[in-house]
């Protein structure tokens, strides 16, 4: 007796159990192809986003190598004065020491501003105390007149580019005189 009420419920799942069977296919199939057109499309997308990637990345190289072959243009285009100055002076023929002289001044001031437009710092560190990150010591000197450790010549000027050294200053080094020690 407890069988039949359980069939009843057994009889009205079967029927809910044969739609399932017998409609799932077709109920399965629209859904399939919404999946497949679903796929299709993201498939679709990737596939723009994937080459969208590739064009910016060649774009990207092609900037950089553009930027590292043409970076030196503009100060290039500005140095064209100072030879073109150079070659001028060069070229007159009557002229005299004094001439020469005004013309290379000029011509070495309108390099000196050409490069500080472009962040070139000249490193000329007479009276200084000496830095090796800055300066070279080609010697050092005796000199009772300064501190030991200043820089008294400077043989070649250093430069730095926006403040890192592309040269160092080559300089003549003061050391404690002879007669100034602590042994005198």
């Known amino acids: 007796m407890t069988a039949q009420p359980d069939r009843p ?7 809910a159990d044969n739609k399932e069977e017998t409609g799932e296919p077709a109920d399965v199939a629209p859904g399939v192809e ?24 060649k774009r990207a190289a092609r900037d950089v190598e553009n930027a590292h ?11 064209l004065a100072v030879r073109d100055s150079l070659e001028m002076g060069l070229a007159a023929e009557d002229a ?17 501003s050409t490069m500080e437009r472009f962040g070139v710092e000249e490193v000329d560190p007479e009276g200084e105390p000496f830095d090796p990150n800055q300066h070279e010591a080609m010697t050092t000197q005796p000199c009772a007149d300064v501190e030991p450790g200043t820089v008294l010549t400077v043989f070649q000027k250093g430069y730095a580019l926006n403040g890192r050294l592309l040269r160092p ?4 080094v003061a050391k ?5 020690g602590p042994e005198s």
């Open 9 to 15: 419920e057994k009889d009205s799942a079967e029927p």
């Open 34 to 57: 919404e999946l497949k057109a679903l796929a299709e499309e993201n498939w679709s997308k990737y596939v723009r986003a994937r080459a969208e990637v590739d064009n910016v990345r």
């Open 69 to 79: 072959r043409f970076a030196l243009e503009k100060f290039s285009s500005e140095l």
């Open 96 to 112: 005299n020491v004094d001439a020469l002289r005004a013309g290379s001044e000029a011509t070495l001031k309108l390099l000196a």
């Open 169 to 172: 200053a080559r300089v003549v």
């Open 176 to 180: 404690e005189a002879a007669g100034d």
